[in-house]
């Protein structure tokens, strides 16, 4: 059932089986796979249906050729991983890939085909044809399935424009969540939660991600005093749009799976070094761009599709085709002006194999959750895949005691907080934009020691100035049996301050375990974690032309 945004229907704040957070392939997978017998809460903050999910073009590895085997997807992703992925996880994506994808298929979504087989296509550092596909709009497809299941389902309520603020800790177990529901703010309870909230790769500046996805499952997760790890594993495609103006558009990789290749501004290619070239793995082909770009002062790179069949682009790649053209770009004819942007974060929540979190009551399935599957590079493809597989676990939940609130108030309360000035609000959103922009320059594509502890000193100064914030503080004082009635000034900024606040704990949470790997979230050595040499490339002069002081110095100072 799906309760629209803005609907003034009440949520039911007590005896659901199961709150899942996030309406992507990983948060709807999981409402599918749950006992049918549950009751389910799917709480997005969306109004729209925008998710990085949607928005995947490329498509869902598994092994369905007969040249193909378990052992060399396994092989593929362990090599792209670095080493660094966990062998079982791995070994169960790869084996229930082709389980998941008859799943899919049987719940009505229709793969391209090629001579009466599923089509199949190569992204790089993938030694087989393994990439399912529909066209290059395989998240739309697979959400539009999702979705349509959930809609006719009774046991599940599915409800958008409902952000989740803090998660329920009682007795050490997750049992509930706090929401933000239109201008309304109040707790639900439930026997368990599952994060499904997406990655963080809009916590830069260049991104292919929604804002969305700005690793706020990671701060809820961290606050609730949940392990997380490998937050230093950030994946850079190589091939995002560039050009003044246009959104960081996702050039799929698929492109020069079917044989496009870049060039630099001299003709040559930047990824001549690499063996595998362009197919070599993201982070060696951003490195490379990123170094090209800085020799050559420039800042993309091209890429040539006039090495694939233009029908073929266009049967196959009418999206790219689309969006370049929006932006005065033929793709046909003339390179894709292109450079690396944050796509796909490996850590995050760390999960075993049943999605479990280390804190009782509380999963997580998706970007969100640290699987040990991806390692310190994920393989193309493999993510929307890892969204299923984990999914599936969900059939088998094991749901904390039931438990009721004691008692509570069903009106609304007015806050008693004064409005903020309409700048104020407007001060608070410039803020996250020059967050955005330090960390593109401090924790992007290259890194240096000195630049990611100047950050850290930052971020822990501007978090003492949020700590002092009225209206952030009193959201804490709020009791279980309260509902709270927000103005609408009020609600715009606490949307704003909760997006900067959880922003700023995630990289708090993030750059001490970059700069020294052995620090947890107390600061006491708790995290096991192995320093991967190939992201500790610098390339100092890349700190561009603006220098982190002058960034610093421009920012406002008095936002809060
Ligand atoms: C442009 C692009 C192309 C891609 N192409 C591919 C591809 O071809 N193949 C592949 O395997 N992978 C691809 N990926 C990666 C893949 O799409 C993602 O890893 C995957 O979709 C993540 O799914 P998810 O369900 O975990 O998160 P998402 O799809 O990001 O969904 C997260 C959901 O959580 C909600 N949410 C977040 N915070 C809150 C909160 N506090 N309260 C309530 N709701 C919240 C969001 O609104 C959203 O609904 C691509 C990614 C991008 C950005």
Redesign the pocket.
């Known amino acids: 059932m799906l309760r629209p945004p803005f609907s003034q229907e009440p949520i039911p704040i007590n005896n659901w089986d199961v709150i899942v957070?996030?309406?992507?392939?990983?948060?709807?997978m999981t409402c599918l796979e749950l006992p049918s017998n549950l009751k389910v809460l799917l709480?997005?903050?969306?109004t729209s249906k925008?998710?990085?999910?949607?928005?995947?073009?490329?498509?869902?590895?598994s092994v369905v050729r007969q040249d193909d085997s378990f052992d060399l997807h396994a092989e593929d992703t362990l090599k792209a991983g670095d080493g660094l992925c966990d062998f079982q996880a791995v070994e169960m994506l790869v084996k229930e890939a082709p389980g998941c994808v008859e799943r899919l298929q049987n719940l009505g979504m229709i793969f391209d085909q090629s001579s009466d087989q599923l089509a199949t296509t190569l992204e790089a550092a993938h030694s087989r044809r393994r990439?399912l596909h529909v066209k290059d709009r395989?998240?739309r497809a697979l959400v539009e399935v999702l979705e349509d299941h959930i809609e006719n389902q009774k046991n599940i309520l599915h409800c958008r424009g409902?952000?989740?603020?803090e998660l329920l800790i009682e007795n050490k177990e997750c049992r509930g969540v706090q929401v933000l529901d239109g201008a309304n703010l109040y707790w639900i309870k439930s026997r368990a939660v599952v994060l499904?909230?997406?990655?963080g790769?809009h916590l830069f500046t260049n991104t292919?991600?929604?804002a969305?996805?700005?690793g706020?499952?990671i701060a809820?997760a961290w606050k609730a005093g949940a392990a997380i790890e490998d937050l230093e594993f950030v994946q850079f495609h190589p091939t995002a749009l560039k050009f003044y103006g246009a959104p960081c558009f996702?050039i799929?990789e698929?492109l020069r799976g079917e044989g496009a290749i870049l060039v630099d501004k001299n003709g040559e290619s930047p990824v001549k070094n690499l063996e595998n070239r362009d197919l070599a793995t993201r982070d060696q082909v951003s490195r490379a761009i990123m170094k090209n770009m800085h020799d050559n002062n420039v800042d993309h790179v091209g890429l040539d599709l006039r090495y694939i069949d233009p029908e073929k682009i266009v049967e196959r790649f009418p999206t790219i085709l689309s969006r370049c053209q929006d932006y005065g770009v033929n793709p046909l004819n003339e390179v894709i002006p292109v450079a690396p942007a944050a796509?796909?974060w490996m850590g995050g929540v760390k999960t075993d194999l049943n999605a479990s979190s280390t804190r009782k009551g509380l999963y997580a399935?998706?970007?969100?959750a640290s699987t040990g599957v991806h390692g310190a590079n994920r393989l193309?493809?493999?993510?929307?895949?890892?969204?299923l597989v984990f999914a599936r676990k969900m059939s088998s939940i094991v749901l904390n005691d039931l438990s009721k609130f004691e008692k509570f108030d069903r009106s609304f309360q007015e806050f008693d907080i004064e409005d903020p000035k309409e700048d104020q609000i407007s001060i608070i959103a410039e803020k996250i934009d020059e967050l955005r922009k330090l960390c593109w320059l401090n924790l992007g594509v290259s890194r240096n020691k000195v630049n990611m502890s100047k950050f850290l000193n930052y971020i822990q100064n501007d978090i003492d100035k949020l700590n002092k914030n009225d209206l952030l503080n009193s959201l804490e004082k709020i009791k279980f049996d309260q509902k709270i009635k927000l103005s609408e000034r009020n609600r715009r900024a606490l949307n704003l301050l909760l997006d900067l606040k959880n922003r700023q704990i995630t990289f708090k949470s993030r750059v001490p375990l970059i700069i020294s790997p052995f620090i947890s979230q107390e600061g006491n050595p708790l995290i096991p974690f192995v320093w991967h040499s190939s992201y500790s490339l610098s390339l100092p002069s890349l700190a561009h032309s603006t220098t982190f002081n002058s960034l610093t110095a421009s920012l406002p100072n008095n936002c809060f």
């Open positions: 957070i996030g309406a992507g392939a990983a948060g709807l709480l997005n903050r969306n925008v998710s990085s999910s949607r928005w995947a073009q490329g498509g869902i590895a990439v395989t998240g409902v952000r989740v603020t499904a909230t997406g990655g790769g292919t991600n929604p969305q996805s700005s706020e499952g809820l996702l799929s698929a796509h796909y399935v998706g970007e969100v193309a493809s493999n993510s929307l895949m890892e969204c």
